[in-house]
Each structure stands twice: as C-alpha cells, then as structure tokens.
C-alpha cells in the first residue's frame, strides 16, 4: 500500500509527504490560494504524464529501441454535470520509429497503472478520525 499525507502548512497551501519526498499543493488565487504549488488536479494530470512517460521508455529499453527523450502532454477538462472527466494524452516520441513501433508504444502507454487506474473502477474506503487539534 502507498501513502500520501496531506499537512495544511497555510491559507489553501498543503505540504504532502509521500517516502522522504515533500511537495508543495496550493489552489490558484481565484480559489483562495497563493499558488504556490499545484493544484490536486494538476498533480493528477502530472501524474498521468510521468506514468506514460516511464511506462513507455522502460518498455521500448527492453525492445531495444531508441525513443530518445520522450514527452508526454496531458490537458484535462474536469468532469461537470453530465460529462466524465476528459484527458488528452499526446505522446511524442522520434520521427524514425516504425509504424508499427509506434503503434505498440501507444498500446503501451495506456497501461501504464495510472491511466489503468484511472480508467478503471475506483473505491475509496474513507473515515474521519478525531486527533488533537496541532497548533
């Protein structure tokens, strides 16, 4: 099991630990925050991008093929009334690969386990526990 953990550090601003990593989370000023960081969805759609990315230059190592330095490109339109969230992967990768390095890299992508689990079916197991307050 993996685990992030989320400490308010001021206004909107979170400071999330996860192994010996810290990052910074914050909403833009227009949602009360300084921006400081990025926002959750924005970490969301990094996460997706850096997911792609690694799935697909591990597997095209194994293959022996040269990808170079792989980009993946991630827009998200938030899911609203009536419509499922919307991510536009692009991976880009070297004009000299195959059609059919290309395609199998694409098939490969949408494994990597952040789009799996984004794909797929989710569930949460959520309690609220009562600490003392920190001050």
Same mark, same amino acid.
């Given at each position: 099991?993996?685990?992030?953990?989320?400490?308010?550090?001021?206004?909107?601003?979170?400071?999330?630990?996860?192994?010996?990593?810290?990052?910074?989370?914050?909403?833009?000023?227009?949602?009360?925050?300084?921006? @400081?960081?990025?926002?959750?969805?924005?970490?969301?759609?990094?996460? &997706?991008?850096?997911?792609?990315?690694?799935?697909?230059?591990?597997? @095209?190592?194994?293959?022996?093929?040269?990808?170079?330095?792989?980009?993946?490109?991630?827009?998200?339109?938030?899911?609203?009334?009536?419509?499922?969230?919307?991510?536009?992967?692009?991976?880009?990768?070297?004009?000299?690969?195959?059609?059919?390095?290309?395609?199998?890299?694409?098939?490969?992508? @949408?494994?990597?386990?952040?789009?799996?689990? &984004?794909?797929?079916?989710?569930?949460?197991?959520?309690?609220?526990?009562?600490?003392?307050?920190?001050?």
């Amino acid at each position: 099991m993996m685990k992030a953990t989320a400490t308010r550090t001021e206004g909107r601003q979170h400071s999330i630990a996860i192994r010996d990593h810290q990052l910074t989370v914050d909403e833009t000023a227009d949602l009360g925050g300084v921006d @400081a960081g990025p926002t959750p969805l924005e970490l969301l759609a990094a996460s &997706l991008a850096g997911c792609v990315a690694v799935t697909v230059e591990m597997y @095209a190592e194994r293959k022996g093929w040269d990808v170079g330095k792989v980009e993946v490109d991630v827009e998200y339109a938030p899911a609203e009334r009536g419509t499922p969230t919307k991510f536009e992967v692009v991976l880009k990768v070297p004009s000299a690969l195959s059609d059919e390095q290309v395609e199998r890299l694409s098939v490969i992508a @949408a494994k990597c386990p952040v789009h799996r689990m &984004l794909d797929g079916e989710v569930m949460f197991d959520e309690r609220v526990e009562r600490t003392a307050l920190a001050s």
